[in-house]
């Protein structure tokens, strides 16, 4: 099992910065990916970003192309978002989830179904 815990969420005006983390802890060994989802007030989860861990590939929705940045500290087996230029529509609880199996070329990050894992999420607001 591998348990993700998400911190630095909060609320920030528009145009503001927000770095948010994930922590995992249990069988980190067993993880080949980690991604951010988050999901609005009455919208579905939505893909924000992903990183695979055995090769610098990183990968992110169109909406946070250029905003938002993921990154990792294999040595804390923590995860980043670094979410910079926020609008309101960023507004959401924003979730960490960890894929315990090997790539192949047809997996797709972008798909909940990938990850095996779930934090509990942590909520950022972002007003006008």
Known sequence: QVQL???????????????????????????????WFRQAEGKEREFVAATRFSTTTTYYADSVKGRFTISRDNAKNT?????????????????CAADRDSYHSTKDYSRRVTYNYWGQGTQVTVSL
């Open 79 to 95: 995860v980043y978002l670094q979410m910079n230029s926020l609008k309101p529509e960023d507004t959401a609880i924003y979730y």
């Open 5 to 35: 815990v998400e911190s630095g969420g909060g609320l920030v005006q528009a145009g503001g910065s927000l770095r948010l983390s994930c922590a995992a802890s249990g069988r980190t060994f067993s993880v080949s990916a980690m991604g």
